[in-house]
Each structure stands twice: as C-alpha cells, then as structure tokens.
C-alpha cells in the first residue's frame, strides 16, 4: 500500500536497522524502543491489523511465530512478550499487522 509506512519500510524507502529478512517477513528495531529489547516482525504482505487475517493469509502469521522463536532464540532472549495492538483503543499507531517483541525487563500483568 503506497501510503503505508511499514510497506515503505519493507520497500527500503524509509530506513530501518533490520533484525532479519526473507521473503515472507521483515523484523526490524522499534524507533521508540519501551524495553531493552525491542522489534518488530512484519509480513511484507500489507495486511492491516490481526483483525484482517483470515483463511487466505493466516500461513504468514504462522510464518512470523517460527521466525519469533528462531530470533529470539539467536539473540539469546531467555524470556519475552510478544504483543499485537489492534485499532484505536488498544493503541495500534501503524495499520500494518505487526508483532512487538519485547525482552531484558521485568513486565506488569495486565498491561496497561
Ligand atoms: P503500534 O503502536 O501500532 O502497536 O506500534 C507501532 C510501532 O512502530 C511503535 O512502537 C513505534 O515506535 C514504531 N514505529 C513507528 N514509526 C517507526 C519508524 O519509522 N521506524 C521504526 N523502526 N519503528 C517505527
Ligand atoms: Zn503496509
């Protein structure tokens, strides 16, 4: 989608610090990171938000978890949150499905 940010992202024409690609998914530093350890895993595919997954493209929700498992795994995190905001109230920023992955402090339940 052209006005996207995350598909610039993808697109290369906005800069990002890049954790990991392959042809399904990018995952990249936050800008704004809120723990020590902080990015985020995107399908490349311009998906709005969890609430637009469906039979047609669930694979690649699958697809990031592995990816998540592996990264995390290589970054040698030994605990994490992964987290996906969906619309306003929940405070989705980006209206391109992504996953936060988030490590290295304590976390509070429920979040806030
Ligand atoms: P949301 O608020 O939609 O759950 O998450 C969007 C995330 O994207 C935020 O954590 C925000 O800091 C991050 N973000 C927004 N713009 C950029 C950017 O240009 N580059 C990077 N790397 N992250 C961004
Ligand atoms: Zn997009």
Known sequence: MSDCLFCKIVAGEIPSKKVYEDELCYAFYDIDPQAPTHFLVIPKAHIRSVSQ?????????????????????????????????????????????????????DMTWPPG
Do not use: C, P, W
């Open 53 to 105: 997954v469906d039979q047609t493209n669930a694979a690649v929700v699958g697809h990031i978890f592995s990816v998540i498992a592996r990264l995390s795994k290589e970054l040698g995190l030994e605990s994490y949150r992964v987290v996906s905001n969906i619309g306003d109230q929940a405070g989705q920023s980006v209206l391109h499905l992504h996953f936060h992955v988030l490590s290295g402090r």
